[in-house]
């Protein structure tokens, strides 16, 4: 059986996702990043990173959210087709989406000081991915055409929590109509209910 070591984030939601879309059997092992279990030595041994998600597959430890993804996704035969689209956003939500709304999570909801130059620096990029993804979504039903793959997984979270950011979709229609899909599939309400009811998700 396949183990989860992940904690209540982004990252995580995502592998969650997919393990459910799959129909995978797997523990989920809860690494508390609130209380610095990331850091015990043998957690440290599984990542030396330190970082959730990590997912043993029986034989070794996986790191890295969207290469998760990707592996999981050919070896488990659900979207297995080698598409360089699908791989150019999986580089997109990792260089792109992830650290610009993950830097407006931080300044919005974490920091113990203010810093409104780098709020809305990020911000603006933020809105921009919104726009991008909005225009993109105005001629097909999934991110890589109609059929839903890890590429919209792999955007969702952060897309999900765009109230919690600040994030208006107001002018995004087509980009809120691909996210009520998405919250609309059973295994994604049954993913998030991993985090409990105090969860953002």
Request: glycine share 6%.
């Amino acid at each position: 059986m396949m183990k989860l070591y992940g904690f209540d984030t982004i990252n995580t939601l995502k592998i969650l996702m997919l393990l459910l879309e799959t129909d995978t059997d797997f523990e989920f092992v809860p690494i508390n990043i609130r209380a610095g279990e990331q850091h015990d030595p043998a957690f440290r041994a599984i990542n030396p990173a330190g970082k959730v998600p990590v997912l043993f597959d029986g034989q070794r430890h996986q790191v890295e959210s969207n290469s998760i993804l990707l592996n999981l996704a050919r070896t488990s035969g659900w979207g297995t087709r080698d598409d360089p689209e699908l791989t150019a956003w999986l580089f997109y939500q990792a260089s792109t989406q992830g650290p610009h709304f993950g830097q407006v999570e931080h300044w919005t909801r974490f920091a113990k000081t203010q810093n409104p130059e780098a709020l809305e620096r990020h911000r603006n990029i933020a809105n921009g991915v919104v726009e991008h993804l909005n225009t993109h979504l105005s001629d097909r039903q999934f991110i890589c055409g109609d059929a839903y793959s890890i590429a919209d997984i792999a955007l969702f979270p952060w897309l999900h929590i765009h109230d919690h950011l600040g994030l208006s979709l107001q002018k995004a229609e087509h980009l809120t109509r691909w996210l009520d899909q998405i919250r609309a599939r059973p295994v994604t309400s049954q993913a998030r209910s991993f985090f409990g009811s105090h969860s953002i998700f």
